[in-house]
């Protein structure tokens, strides 16, 4: 099964390394690979930056992948998660340090 996508367009302002862009482009890559990729694309985001709408931007701008591309399913999972008040296991391990904290 092939699940490399057209080569998209000039990389996006929220993927300045191309990271997300790449996952798209490799040949049969699996969901662990993505989901690599996917976090070391967010731990390179900028301070501030809103994950979900970035998640949101880069899923709309690769909107041309194959259906079931792993990295889709990440995204959209990010959008979702960080909309819904984050309530991911990042956040509860956020949330049980600050309490240790705190």
Request: no cysteine.
């Given at each position: 099964m092939t699940t490399r996508a057209p080569d998209t367009a000039a990389p996006h302002p929220m993927d300045p390394r191309g990271l997300i862009r790449e996952a798209f482009r490799i040949e049969g890559i699996g969901p662990e690979d993505c989901r690599s990729i996917f976090f070391?694309?967010?731990?390179?985001?900028?301070p501030g930056?809103?994950?979900a709408a970035a998640a949101k931007a880069l899923r709309a701008h690769h909107a041309d992948a194959p259906d079931g591309h792993p990295m889709i399913a990440l995204l959209?999972?990010?959008?979702t998660e960080q909309s819904?008040?984050?309530?991911?296991?990042?956040?509860?391990?956020?949330?049980?340090?600050q309490d240790e904290a705190g």
């Open positions: 070391d694309w967010a731990m390179g985001l900028a930056t809103n994950a959209q999972q990010a959008e819904a008040g984050g309530r991911g296991r990042a956040s509860r391990r956020r949330r049980r340090a």
